[in-house]
DNA sequence: GTACCTATGTTGACATCGACAACATCGATG
DNA sequence: CATCGATGTTGTCGATGTCAACATAGGTAC
């Protein structure tokens, strides 16, 4: 928010561009949508001139893949919290998915860009600026994987790793969306209560 | 596809300039994701003026409903023949559930378009302009208050739809965006193969 | 300490886009 | 056959992404 501590010469080299280019364009997305953020509006509300962001960003789908990513890097971290400690792999599959589920709620934005269409998709190139999303999902894969019972051939855990995403991403996509009734996720408490519910419907 | 019938004098009036534009607005969303459509390469490609569109949509998300509405449409039709005859609640929740995932997967622009963040949020107004969506959704909740055992209260017969959907909705959207190996997906026996076992993980 | 050098910002320009206004054309209706 | 409304066209404006050319500050090498 605050401009960093040493802005030089209080006007010209802004001191932190990236990272208040970062939360400008997260406080835009959440007023206009992914569609409507703009480098040039993102520019003006830091107070630097529109050409600006590109020392920091190649282009638009730059910055988003950066909101992106610090998203993914934000989930990672959480769901490792989450997981940690507990032994029974269906429990760290749940723990997995509530956060995801719970991370959705509280940062709609970022999880809206993580998944966005606008986003460049991942190839060789992307993979690097943006190293989080693939570890996001390994780890649900892996937790996945290791939830379906022992002695299962390899073809069903896949299934099985497909069902528990599709479960989780479908519920975190709707509740990011705003597409369930506002009742039903208004506090954290309800919400985790149905993300909880929900996921328990989920039998590998 | 070919222009109507009788395209007036063969230059001005284009005989079928509203369906043409949707049509090419589909086919842009096919190359260039939603973001890259434009109102003026569309017109560029059925061959008319930059302002044309105009006449037929009062601007650009306007397009965007009337294709996502196309969508909805087709997908309750679609929804409703798939669950023609069948008794049993659950295999009908199921069989609206593989239906809602193969539509992804045949129609996956459109898809794209119903849950594009773009899309102007529904409010009075624009429900009049797209009325399906909301038939969709009610037929989907209707199919899962059902599909639940006979002497749930209410609260928990909500819940049921929105883990239903969830699924139904996650899956079907990790297939649209092509999140999904290409292998699993590739062919539509495949597809649906997998998309019935995974809805088989529901129980509620 | 001074003279560069590089990272970081700035100004100015261009093409594209959404949107609107003013004008043109066609076909149906009297 | 004259008129009128629906449908297209041209011209224009402001906003945007992107690039090139220039400016500045702060650190590094001597």
Not at 27 to 46: D, K, Q
Not at 100 to 120: K, T
Not at 122 to 146: I, K, M, Y
Not at 178 to 197: C, I, K, Q, S, T
């Amino acid at each position: 928010m605050a401009r960093a501590q040493r802005a030089t010469s209080e006007t010209y080299h802004h001191g932190d561009l990236r990272n208040a280019l970062l939360a400008a364009a997260v406080e835009l997305i959440a007023e206009r949508g992914v569609a409507g953020l703009s480098l040039r509006e993102a520019a003006r509300r830091v107070g630097v001139s529109h050409a600006a962001p590109y020392r920091h960003f190649p282009d638009r789908a730059a910055l988003l893949l950066a909101v992106a990513d610090e998203g993914f890097g934000r989930l990672v971290e959480a769901a490792r919290a989450a997981m940690d400690g507990i032994e029974d792999p269906s429990e760290r599959l749940r723990a997995y998915g509530l956060e995801y589920i719970r991370f959705a709620r509280r940062n709609p934005v970022h999880f809206r860009v993580m998944f966005s269409e606008e986003l460049p998709k991942p190839d060789a190139d992307t993979t690097d600026r943006a190293p989080f999303a693939t570890v996001a999902l390994e780890l649900l894969f892996e937790a996945a994987g290791a939830a379906v019972r022992p002695g299962v051939d390899a073809e069903d855990r896949a299934r099985a790793a497909v069902a528990a995403w599709s479960m989780t991403h479908g519920f975190a996509t709707l509740v990011a969306d705003g597409r369930l009734p506002d009742e039903l996720v208004a506090d954290e408490r309800a919400a985790d209560e149905l993300a909880r519910w929900v996921l328990l419907r989920l039998s590998l």
